[in-house]
């Protein structure tokens, strides 16, 4: 038996997947792939995306179980023997194929559903838009934690609120002193590698990824991915990793790609004046969300100057460059380079110059794969604009 992820309802969630496969996003302590892998350790894992991501399936013919990369498991699933399309609240999030054909694309992947007529419904979330892992993202940190086996490390010379069981400190972490943390309303994780500065709180439920850093921050109930930098204000917030936001300034219920960088005083705003619903632009639809606090959604490779003021409910594509401060668009598509006075196309070779500098500085090298993703994602974008 094995598993295959598949990409599903791609469309919801750009610009936050151009870069990655819709598997590798971040809800809780792992992304959704690691999740749905930790109900079944003995099985193999393969995946179907989106051709750009380049993954290959190795082709057998043994029963193989599909779960769709919206699909967050909430429990084991009990196989049948026959096949079956599985359901949550009616939903389908996968199908379970005995027999060959065994798919192996996307389009495969429909053809299967179609003819695949008894249901069973299974244990899980679905995401149907990225607000669906802020909405989701503070219980899921308090389930991941509930799971892990680790001990814990001993600490000294910082102040903990709550239930001291409630903290997960990596043995190779950094914790300062001058240090609060608050788990009175949900678990705190500290992955390994990471440095917790002089005078940052963290209110749990949070997790702070491996090898990141905070300065001076003040983190409530979020998710900061590896190799982060935090500094100033993060509340109810995913950050996916290797992302700056190391000076004041306020990011609230907001998902951040990676390699982004949000400048000195960068302010998203995460509540109408009047109270109402967020509404939020995907493609050329826009989206009630249902949800009264909702901030902003950041694509990978973004950097936002100095005093940057986000609107609520804004969706920034990747590779966009934003300067010269106060209230930028609520919408701004991908590879754009935007200050006083300008609006034009980023230039390729500029865009890929700055992340192969950006890269380096955290010790990773561009590789050629990763060049010609971003020259692939560059012309379909711009063709599709």
Known sequence: MKVVIYEDQLENFYPLINFYPQFNLRIGMKTIAEHNAGYFPKFKFEFITRSIFKFKLQPRNEPTMYLSARLLLMDKVNLPYEEV?????????????????FPESLPEINTALRNIKTTKKISGKVFKYPWDLIKYNEEIITL??????????????IEISGKSTNLFVAKDATLHKFVFIDTTQGPVYIDRKAEIGAFTAIVGPSYIGEGTLTARAKIIKSSIGPYCRIGGEV????????????????IGHSFIGEWVNLGALTTNSDLKNNYSNV???????????????????IGDHTKLGIGTLIPTGAV????????????????????RWIGPQ??????LEKAIATARIVMAR????????????????YRYLLKHR
Do not use: A, W
Not at 85 to 101: A, C, M, N, Q, Y
Not at 279 to 297: A, H, P, Q, V, W
């Open 85 to 101: 399309r599985f359901t949550v609240d009616d939903e389908t999030v996968g199908f379970l194929k005995t027999s060959p054909p």
């Open 144 to 157: 991941h934690f509930k799971t892990h086996h680790r001990k814990t490390r001993r600490y000294k010379g």
């Open 235 to 250: 509340e109810s917030s995913i950050f996916q990793g290797f992302s700056n936001k190391y000076h004041e300034g306020f």
């Open 279 to 297: 509404r939020i632009k995907i493609g050329e639809r826009e989206y009630d969300s249902n949800m009264t606090k909702l901030g902003c959604f």
């Open 316 to 335: 920034v594509g990747s590779f966009v460059n934003y300067f010269g401060g106060g209230l930028m668009p609520r919408y701004v598509p991908s590879f």
């Open 342 to 347: 300008i609006d034009e196309i980023y230039d």
């Open 362 to 377: 955290r010790g990773i090298q561009i590789t050629k794969e990763y060049e010609d993703l971003i020259r692939e994602n």
